[in-house]
């Protein structure tokens, strides 16, 4: 039954009014809507509307926000006393704590109390809302409305659809986001929608070179950042998120995804939330953290040392290396084969610096390999293999770094840090896709407005090349054997013709 979110009379009720009850109130009166307040704590309500009523006069006070614009807006909170009063609402929002069964319990006494057309919808984050709608008598009504924290600023929501989901309701969602200046994503029911899904790739592929011992996790972390260009890195994330928090959700849609190694978690986060260490909440995570500060870990200064001649690769990304070598100073030894003295550089995709270094026939005491996928202007990423001489990797390091760009030296890792893991979440965003759970355009919109990764995951993809990301998979996956490498059949098809990861299906 099509239901018109356009009409000024238009109201809704919002239950449970903490922090994401409370923002979703804010965006409605906003935009208009009258609000009713709902909680079953006595009292809550009234503190609800009293916080958002003061969120709303701070606005008006740093002129986001047109006084009798204010004074509409906070006429429309309304306190709800009792779940009786919510009778005439045409829409009710629920958002009460993370209790799958607590859920199922409103839904069910809410039925008994609103009308027959009366659209029900959950903000939960990590709960089915198929299982939740099981509950209803009317399942058909029931849909996911997952806003993120905090609601008046991260300007997306996920419209989920249960698998009895009537189709006006994912499109009332829809128009109702808009007009509350949201954009709103299509998602089929799934574990992490699509937001937490497509986040998966990031942190624990993190995690799994760190558990390799091929860089420390501030090292991680300064890559990430300043290479791939991520606002935070994936261990200031977690103690950001806190672990208490981040390892159960990782195992937890490991676990519904029926222990899917792309999601595979790591011991490393189960030992530190055993240890309490949760990040910045507890003191200490990854980092210290002191009146909510995080430590600063001093990056160590780079050597003085330099090489006499540099050989640089023509395979790969050997082109930008040499371009970057020229512009260094350094001497260039041009010959076909590098000389004695010489200390070799190669950019290999995918490959680590053992591997390329063997297939040219180099030397691997003398064969370092420089990440050139990525940014070179903020930070430069260094490789070496097992048994490459201290001194050329001092002379290397000393190179990179002689114009007072920050070098990260690392261990041989196949696609150094950010091949690794932004080939991670290009593949799971592109099974994404495969599975239909949303459009590749919903995709890159959640994603970038949910997590703020630089790109979409997809268009990411293009910008790097579907063939390039489908090279780095199958070179993680030949060398570790493992089945998390393996690429989407989205990947592979559109790499293979040459099209874009954002092309839908024909």
Same mark, same amino acid.
């Given at each position: ?85 919510? /009778? ?32 029900? /919808?959950?903000? $939960? ?8 709608? *099981? ?30 989901? /009537?189709? &006006?309701? =994912? ?26 899904? *497509? ?11 760190? #558990?390799? #011992?091929? !860089? ?85 200064? !780079? ?7 540099? &050989? ?41 610096? $053992? ?5 040219? =026939? ?21 490789? $070496? ?15 990179? !770094? ?20 932004? *080939? ?35 268009? &990411? ?5 579907? !063939? ?21 059949? &989205?990947?592979?098809?559109? *790499? ?6 954002? $092309?839908?299906?024909?």
């Amino acid at each position: 039954m099509p239901l018109d979110v356009s009409r000024p009379d238009l109201s809704l009720a919002v239950v449970g009014v903490g922090v994401m009850g409370r923002g979703i109130a804010q965006i409605a009166v906003q935009a208009g809507i009258r609000a009713l307040l709902h909680d079953s704590r006595p009292g809550a309500a009234q503190d609800a509307k009293q916080s958002v009523t003061g969120q709303l006069a701070r606005l008006a006070e740093k002129g986001r926000l047109e006084r009798d614009a204010l004074a509409r807006a906070q006429a429309n909170l309304v306190v709800a006393d009792s779940r009786e009063s919510l /009778a005439s609402c045409p829409i009710v929002i629920e958002a009460i704590v993370e209790d799958l069964e607590a859920k199922r319990e409103l839904f069910r006494s809410l039925e008994d109390i609103v009308s027959e057309d009366c659209l029900m /919808a959950s903000n $939960t984050s990590s709960f089915s809302i198929t299982a939740i709608a *099981a509950a209803c008598k009317g399942p058909e009504r029931v849909a996911g409305f997952h806003f993120f924290n905090p609601v008046p600023l991260m300007k997306v929501v996920e419209v989920v659809d249960g698998l009895l989901t /009537a189709p &006006w309701v =994912g499109e009332a969602l829809a128009a109702l986001a808009l007009r509350c200046g949201h954009k709103p994503v299509r998602a089929k029911d799934t574990p992490g929608f699509i937001v937490n899904h *497509a986040g998966r790739g990031y942190g624990t592929e993190a995690l799994r070179i760190l #558990g390799e #011992g091929v !860089a420390e996790f501030h090292g991680i972390d300064r890559i990430l950042r300043d290479a791939a260009g991520f606002r935070l890195g994936p261990f200031e994330l977690f103690d950001l998120t806190g672990l208490d928090v981040s390892h159960p959700v990782m195992e937890s849609i490991y676990r519904q995804y029926y222990e899917e190694p792309r999601f595979r978690p790591s011991p490393l986060t189960g030992q530190r939330v055993a240890a309490g260490l949760f990040g910045r909440k507890s003191g200490v995570g990854f980092y210290r953290h002191e009146n909510g500060r995080q430590e600063e870990i001093p990056e160590p200064p !780079a050597p003085a040392s330099r090489p006499a001649s540099v &050989w640089v690769s023509r395979s790969g990304l050997g082109a930008r290396l040499a371009e970057l070598v020229a512009k260094l100073g350094a001497r260039v030894d041009a010959g076909a084969q590098p000389a004695a003295q010489s200390i070799y550089l190669v950019a290999p995709v995918g490959h680590d610096a $053992t591997a390329t270094a063997l297939a040219e =026939g180099l030397d691997p005491t003398r064969t370092l390999a420089v990440d050139c996928l990525f940014a070179l202007d903020k930070r430069r990423t260094l490789m $070496t293999t097992p048994v490459t001489a201290p001194a050329m990797r001092a002379a290397a390091h000393g190179l990179l !770094a002689s114009d007072g760009v920050p070098v990260s030296v690392i261990r041989d890792s196949p696609g150094f840090v950010a091949q690794r893991v932004v *080939a991670q979440i290009v593949n799971i965003a592109c099974d994404i896709a495969q599975q239909r759970i949303a459009s590749p355009a919903d995709i890159d919109a959640a994603v970038t407005l949910g997590l703020g990764y630089p790109r979409g995951p997809l268009a &990411w993809g293009d910008a790097i090349g579907p !063939a390039r990301i489908l090279g780095i998979l199958q070179t993680l996956h030949d060398f570790y054997g493992d089945p998390r490498y393996r690429a989407s059949p &989205w990947l592979k098809r559109r *790499a293979r013709l040459g099209v874009s990861l954002l $092309t839908p299906e024909a």
